[in-house]
């Protein structure tokens, strides 16, 4: 009886339904959060970039001819430097005999990305190094470019396009753009290949662009969270992860993966102030203290005038101009305006919408931040350029 009993209930066990235990609070908080980053999120690979997956830059020095008389004037190391091309094919010319009123000597400088392998192209930048008017209709000749090994990686060669155009009269000008900077879009080709080591002790490190403790600690916990126990935040710029075992023989999958991931940065409190253009850029997370700002105006101006001073008939003087300036100085008039009510911390709109109701000018606005930073109430970086 027992028997048939157990086999009885091993039958009826499979179609039993078994209900799922209700989440708990923080596994709701981190699925929530977990769907955040999916949406809204930043994904690693343009927070990050691979430890030695990295450009590298070259430079050689090189010819444009064919110009139209805007070359070199004459200047020394281009006429030699014509003389040696053509010592190349045999022809002898004393460098002093040579007009290099069609040649230009430039400089010629690329990056090259990681990877590249022989016979790829590369764009190149190609920029006047004496005293020639333009490289408008200009080629450039081969010129190798190299590492700051010295050795040579790409040789450039090609016709120079700058979009520049130039008319003139001995008496005046009209240029658009910049005539003596060019490029060549694929105008180099790679000759030696840079070696590049990702992976170390069976580990990769992925290096932030903007270095910050608390998204380096957000990355390790997004990429734990799909590798658990494979990444540790190194410092404030660098994430170190393990590859896990089943990624051993396909690293360059397992980076793919990671670089897919997402989470959201943390956004430092910075103001930046450009005086020469008049920019101002402000982050989000900018709090000011809750304080009061004047803003008036001072217009000064100066008028420039002269009047004729005439004498008696019988005086014997003569008539002589004096000079009648006057200055005039108007103060604009200024009111307190309190950015919110005092105890709140206020964002930067709010801040943007209180001094735009004093109807403050960009350059006036740059003041008043430095005033803001002197006194304490911007809670941000201040970088001025």
Known sequence: ?????????????????????????????????FQQRVNTGVRVKDLAYIHGARDNQLMGYGLVVGLNNTGDKDTVYSKQSIANVLQRYGITVPASAISAK????????????????????????????????????????????LGADDKVYAVAQGPVSNNSLMAATPNAAVTINHPTTAQIIGGALVERV??????????VDF??????????????????????????????????????????????DFIAQVQQLRLMPDTKARVVINERTGTIVATAPVRVSACAIAQGSIVITIAQSADV???????????????ADTVTITEGAGRLQKLVPFGDMPTVEEVATSLNALQVSPRDMMAIFQALKQAGALNAELIIK
């Open 1 to 33: 009886m027992k028997k048939l009993l157990l086999i009885s209930l091993l039958w009826i066990a499979p179609g039993i339904v078994w209900a799922q235990p209700a989440p708990t609070p923080a596994e709701l908080l981190r699925q929530q959060a």
């Open 102 to 145: 069609n040649v230009a000597a430039v400089l010629v400088t690329a990056d090259i990305p990681p990877f590249m392998k022989n016979g790829a192209r590369i764009d190149v930048v190609v920029s006047a190094l004496g005293d020639a008017t333009t490289l408008t209709g200009g080629v450039l000749i081969q010129t190798p470019l």
């Open 194 to 203: 840079i070696p590049v080591t990702l992976i170390q002790d069976n580990a």
């Open 207 to 252: 290096v932030l662009r903007e270095s910050d403790f608390s998204s380096t600690s957000r990355m390790a916990f997004a990429i734990n969270e799909k590798f658990p126990l494979s990444s540790r935040a190194l410092d404030g710029n660098t994430v170190r992860v393990e590859i896990p075992l089943d990624y051993l023989g396909a690293p360059v």
């Open 309 to 323: 001073s005439q004498p008696n008939p019988a005086g014997g003087g003569q008539t002589v101009t004096v000079p």
